[in-house]
């Protein structure tokens, strides 16, 4: 059986562990801070994996920034990491076999080789967090583009030129309105200054009217990105992750979403993985490719 070491690299942290080719753990996740150079990543890394080496097939890497279609490099700016981090020479970490994945496209595979969006052939995930990540599958395929970077969910949904998007910088842009940053706007609109996401939440439970318009606004915003991407990409299933999936009226958005889109209903369903689908993502991405090989 195949196992590979496999590392979620965030701004904050960075989590690893050994998975193997159904997607099991086979250790516990060990989560350590993230070194605030790219020197000091790229250490961490080589040492870790200097002593699991012998008793793993590769590495897998999960993380923020686009990836080349060869997982060999990243080839954009990653703003919520040191300088000089998407200059890192991964593969030299090993001699070994190492793939690198975008998070939101490894989270994508994880739903869908053992998710929630088994046995699915065509599925969207989209990671509602700080901002909003995708991962899209087409025909049991990761949809990479030309340049890895297929996926960005930075499009005009308004024409207001109401806020500006800190991912892109462009004006109304889905990740503006349906993140938790764009809730959290929603708050200061509606609640006062001081609000925030949680205090939105707290609100909705306790029937709080003005959380209520907040939260709504927010979700009617989610549901338009849906509508575009259920007519463009018509999936079988639609997968929400992240920190902010878990508030998403289900049921609701599911009604709303399939009585106006052109194309065959779809199921929109929470994601069956939370923190950890990077890691199962990019694992078995890179068993596929030792499989296959």
Known sequence: MQKVLSFDIGGTKIAYAIID????FLNEIIKVSTPKTSAGIYELLKTTVKGLEDDIDGVAIATAGAINNEGTKITSHVGNLPEGYNKIDFLSLTSKPVLLENDANSAAWAEFSIGAAKGCKNAVVLTLGTGVGSGIIVEGRLLKG??????EMHFPIDSGRKRVC???????????????TGLNTNAREYMGADATSYDVIRGLKEGDHQARAAFDKWQGYLVK?????????DPEMIVLSGSMAKFVEYDKVNAEVNSQILTQPFVLKEAAFENNAGMIGAALLLINRLSNH
Do not use: H, P, Q, R
């Open 21 to 24: 080719e159904n997607g099991n």
């Open 225 to 233: 990105g849906l509508i575009m991407l259920a007519n463009i990409f």
């Open 166 to 180: 800190g991912g892109c910088g462009m004006f109304d842009c889905f990740e503006s309105f349906a993140s938790g």
């Open 146 to 151: 030309k340049s890895g970077a297929a996926g």
